[in-house]
């Protein structure tokens, strides 16, 4: 028997509960992982009562920190972290978990900005661990369905994919920090996800032209808790209205290498009937992929009459297979729907990552979002934001060497990743 890897959680807000949660989720699976066996926030009572809610899901209560190295000096064995901070401090904590010797696991986006991406690379480079970014969306067995699909050729030789979201209003999304340029806007924080989806189906982005907005820049306060609810406990300390400094909408015309092309759109300061749709389009035929994390069925609809969103949609699809653990989780190895609540999905969904973690430590092999996958995706969001600063389309290879970066050095300079411009604030 495998020995499970010896684990902490270093952030305990809403993001280390759902990541606890996964860990339960796994456990419940039969399959014993990894164990908790640290927790560490700069807030010693979130370290507290995330180690108390540990103590009840795994029935171990792991030891609390709030330093990073005297964590690692003083618990035994461990091997592994998970980054759960808020984005703005990936850069240095991720980072600094690496440099400890630790397997790091770090929430999406990886860094604010390319040169966080690369600080936190070369962190990895240097140390020789596995660097593995939480990009859960493409562990949705919908969309281990839809990717098969593609590769399967259902619809042909890809030509175009419409990905659309558009709500959100005036409201605060979980936190106000969301809402900043400084210390990572929804359009990022959000979007990140979408830009991996769109790269996961289709291969790597080439180039990007887009426009940004800030529509709102006056944020009300309204329902807080965030998926599943597990960002309640903060929400009493929020103030009524939120200034915004963040672009809440992208709007871009992207580029794939293989020579699709992509019209992304992500709105979230959209009023009235809130929308969402991505549809694929190819030589043969069309994929309607549902939301994220809904469980429900692909529309597949063919040139040949073929139309259908139900199981006959995996006669398409043959090699689409749920490896062992998702199988576990999701109840069959070829799942076309499924029914489960969103905080369920949720945590099936980081469970599996924690169950990747753990066999790329044992094994040697690579995550499936390592860190230059987790960076990718990162450029492809800003290419939209450069692009609206350059007035012009630019390359993700541009974004991604740091060659255009106007837009990001703002941040950067924030974060302490380049010197502030003379004259700014200390």
Avoid at 15 to 39: F, S, T, Y
Avoid at 117 to 137: F, Q
Avoid at 285 to 307: M, N, W, Y
Avoid at 368 to 386: M, P, Q, S
Wanted: proline content about 5%; aromatic content about 6%; some cysteine.
């Amino acid at each position: 028997m495998v020995e499970p890897i010896r684990l902490a959680i270093v952030g305990c807000g809403g993001m280390g509960r759902r990541r606890l949660a996964g860990i339960a989720e796994l456990k419940r699976a039969g399959e014993h992982a990894v164990d908790l066996v640290a927790v560490c926030d700069l807030n010693e009572r979130n370290a507290e009562d995330l180690a108390d809610e540990a103590k009840v899901l795994l029935g171990a209560r792991p030891a609390v920190f709030t330093d990073l190295a005297a964590m690692t000096r003083q618990t035994d064995a461990l091997e592994a972290a998970g980054c759960t901070t808020d984005s703005g401090s990936h850069h240095r904590v991720a980072a600094d978990l690496l440099a400890l010797g630790l397997h790091t696991l770090c929430e999406k986006p990886l860094a604010l900005t390319i040169r966080g991406c690369d600080r936190i690379m070369a962190a990895a480079e240097r140390s020789g661990k596995i660097l593995s970014v939480a990009e859960n969306y493409r562990r949705d067995p919908i969309n281990r369905l839809a990717r098969a699909l593609i590769a399967d050729g259902a619809i042909g030789a890809p030509q175009f994919v419409m990905e659309t979201a558009v709500r959100g209003r005036d409201s605060v999304i979980i936190t106000p920090w969301r809402r900043q340029k400084l210390t990572g806007t929804i359009t990022l924080d959000a979007g990140v996800h979408n830009a991996d989806i769109l790269q996961y189906y289709l291969g790597d982005a080439v180039s990007a032209f887009g426009q940004t907005r800030l529509y709102e820049p006056t944020r009300v306060v309204r329902e807080t808790a965030g998926p599943g609810g597990f960002y309640a406990g903060w929400a009493a300390n929020l103030p009524p209205t939120v200034e915004a400094t963040g672009e809440d909408a992208i709007f871009g015309l992207i580029t794939f290498a293989a020579g699709a092309l992509g019209q992304w759109v992500e709105h979230h300061a959209g009023h009235g009937l809130p929308f969402r749709h991505r549809m694929l389009f190819g030589t043969r035929g069309s994929l309607a992929v549902p939301e994220d994390r809904t469980g429900q069925p692909i529309r597949l609809t063919l040139d040949d009459g073929f139309d259908a969103a139900d199981e006959r949609v995996l006669d398409y699809a043959p090699s689409y297979r749920l490896d062992r653990v998702a199988t576990a989780l999701f109840g069959e190895e070829r799942p076309w729907t499924y029914d489960f609540d969103f905080p369920t999905t949720d945590r099936k969904l980081i469970a599996l990552e924690y169950a990747e973690l753990a066999d790329c430590i044992r094994t040697g092999a690579a995550p499936e979002v390592d860190g230059a996958t987790g960076k990718r995706a990162v450029a492809l969001v800003y290419a939209l934001f450069e692009s609206h600063v350059a007035n012009r389309p630019v390359t993700i290879a541009e974004v991604e060497s740091g060659a255009v970066d106007a837009y990001q050095h703002e941040i950067d300079a924030h974060l302490g990743l380049i010197p502030k411009p003379a004259g700014a604030d200390a």
